[in-house]
């Protein structure tokens, strides 16, 4: 089994503008393809990927088929498991790390993992294997749907899932321990008394994550500061409720967090809510009416002179008149004209590209209503409070009612008699993939539709939904 490397007329030579990066991926003339395979018979075998190689011990295993060691382990809720390999910082020996998908497991899930662990340490012949429970939305795919094992090493080995290592792995059991080394100060030491821990031991663990996702000292952090007057917002209060269901394995709604908005009060609701036994997931009361209802929890909108539902409402209240003469920005009027007067938004054109992860070319090339689509989408969920954190694990669809704009018109006038459009323009001018931008651009793991059925197609769109 070797490197599979390709070159041709037709393979790149190279990374626009990165050096670096061709460098790694180029050698004399060769494109690495980072597969490993094997000729057989004239035909080339590919095994996998080289990235997806764990070495121990000096031998090669290959992640896929130690996941599928783990994730034949009876009693797992979902047999999807990802393997990694890493580097013990303290001494620089081999470690194996396997993640089995397992939202919120209870306490009876260490024997479970116990035998995941007994499994693959046995299939490696090493004794340095971590089992760690994550929820579904903690394995990052690409957009193939393939899991992205580096981007989990990465986020391992900077310590992202230290709390849940430290829950569930042997020496380090109790919350407190958890965050000790994340926040980089001491956490008071309690009784280690399995999960229900004092509540100075609890009062430290939520101090220490304010600190991690505030960015401030641990010390700096009294228990009686608000989380908003210390930099607190409603993204960072996303990621503050994360952790600390992934420390204590308890639920923590996101209303807790704008209601007990203290240490001191937050640790109140988490001693009580380890104190006997754990309640058992909330399900939906039977509908007393129509068994398909549909809850609106939050909107988002751009209307002439109103950009949020608040401003819009007051407009209506106030009987406040959109319409108004041409901006100078949008066309030129001439003495006869009828189209003089109409309702238009402030600032089309303003968008945070680079927020999305989107360059200024590929903005500029695309649909208007596709920028601000995506704006909107991303705007209503951080209103309902799923914009970070919480949005993890959960499956979310994008239903878009769209139509023709005319901007491939204004594009193709822009261009000029020779071209000279980006390539962006080819995708960013077709409104079908309105919806999909959307889900590409935050990650979303449900259906992505976009409905044109003419003046019907918000109605399509939300019976769809």
Not at 293 to 311: L, Q
Not at 347 to 357: L, T
């Amino acid at each position: 089994v070797g490197h599979v490397q390709v070159r041709g007329p037709q393979v790149a030579r190279g990374y626009h503008e990165a050096p670096e990066v061709t460098a790694a991926t180029f050698a004399d003339g060769w494109l690495r393809t980072g597969d490993l395979g094997f000729l057989a018979d004239g035909r080339l075998c590919v095994t996998g990927r080289d990235k997806d190689v764990v070495f121990v011990n000096g031998r090669t295993f290959h992640a896929p088929d130690l996941e599928e060691v783990a994730a034949a382990t009876p009693g797992l809720p979902t047999p999807l498991a990802a393997v990694i390999g890493s580097t013990d910082p303290a001494d620089g020996t081999e470690r194996v790390v396997v993640f089995v998908r397992w939202p919120r497991p209870r306490r009876e899930a260490a024997h479970v993992l116990a035998q995941v662990t007994a499994r693959v340490r046995q299939a490696l012949a090493h004794d340095d294997v971590r089992v760690l429970p994550l929820p579904p939305g903690a394995f990052p795919r690409t957009t193939s749907g393939k899991l992205r094992r580096r981007t989990m090493r990465e986020r391992y080995e900077a310590g992202a899932y230290g709390a849940v290592e430290a829950r569930w792995c042997d020496g380090t059991p109790t919350p407190a321990d958890a965050v000790t080394g994340a926040v980089g100060g001491a956490v008071p030491a309690g009784p280690r008394a399995g999960l229900a821990s004092s509540w100075e031991e609890v009062a430290g663990v939520v101090a220490g994550v304010w600190a991690r996702v505030l960015g401030r000292p641990v010390d700096g952090i009294g228990v009686h500061d608000r989380f908003l007057d210390i930099g607190g917002s409603s993204l960072k209060a996303m990621e503050v409720l994360a952790a600390l269901e992934d420390t204590f394995g308890v639920s923590v709604p996101p209303g807790v967090l704008r209601d007990r908005d203290t240490v001191a009060a937050l640790t109140e609701h988490l001693v009580a809510a380890q104190g006997g036994e754990r309640p058992e997931p909330a399900r939906p009361r039977p509908a007393s009416g129509d068994s398909e209802a549909v809850a609106v929890v939050s909107m988002a909108c751009r209307f002439p002179g109103a950009d949020t539902p608040d401003a819009f409402w007051d407009r209506l209240v106030a009987g406040h008149d959109a319409v108004g003469p041409v901006p100078a920005t949008r066309w030129s009027t001439r003495p006869g004209d009828t189209a003089r007067w109409g309702a238009f938004l402030g600032d089309p054109a303003g968008f945070d590209a680079a927020y999305f992860g989107i360059g200024e070319q590929e903005a500029t090339a695309t649909d208007p209503q596709g920028r601000i689509f995506l704006e909107l989408a991303h705007e209503a969920l951080e209103r309902a409070g799923y914009a970070g954190a919480r949005r993890a694990g959960r499956r979310v669809g994008v239903f878009a009612a769209i139509g023709e704009s005319g901007y491939r018109e204004v594009l193709a006038r822009a261009s000029g008699p020779e071209g000279g459009l980006p390539p962006a323009a080819l995708t960013g001018k077709l409104p079908n993939l309105v919806a999909a931008r959307v889900a590409q651009s935050l990650d979303l793991t449900g259906p992505a539709l976009a409905v044109d059925t003419a003046c019907s197609s918000t109605l399509v769109a939300l019976h769809l939904a």
